[in-house]
């Protein structure tokens, strides 16, 4: 994620030098498909960690249902030999 955010602040740095300098139609042009090309892997490396964190909270969630049933079991098991 840092190296998306670099990636971003350079190309930000360039497009500033560029619009000081003026220095022609070619580098806008290159400048913002680069800026499109990074936001649209940032967008995709995104939705990608928001869809594993999901995940691992479900597996999460599952495992600690496991262990209270697992108790719960114990428990009544013990309540049975009473």
Do not use: P
């Not at 042009?29 to 909270?57: C, W």
Request: aromatic content about 12%; charged content about 25%.
């Amino acid at each position: 994620m840092f190296t998306w955010c670099a990636v971003l602040f350079i190309l930000g740095i360039l497009a500033f030098i560029d619009s000081i300098f003026n220095m022609g139609e070619i580098f806008r042009r290159v400048n913002s498909v680069f800026f499109l090309l990074t936001a649209i892997g940032l967008l995709i490396r995104t939705t990608m960690k928001m869809k594993s964190r999901k995940h691992e909270t479900l597996q999460n969630r599952v495992f600690s249902l496991e262990q209270e049933v697992r108790i719960l079991k114990d428990g009544h098991k013990k309540l049975e030999e009473y």
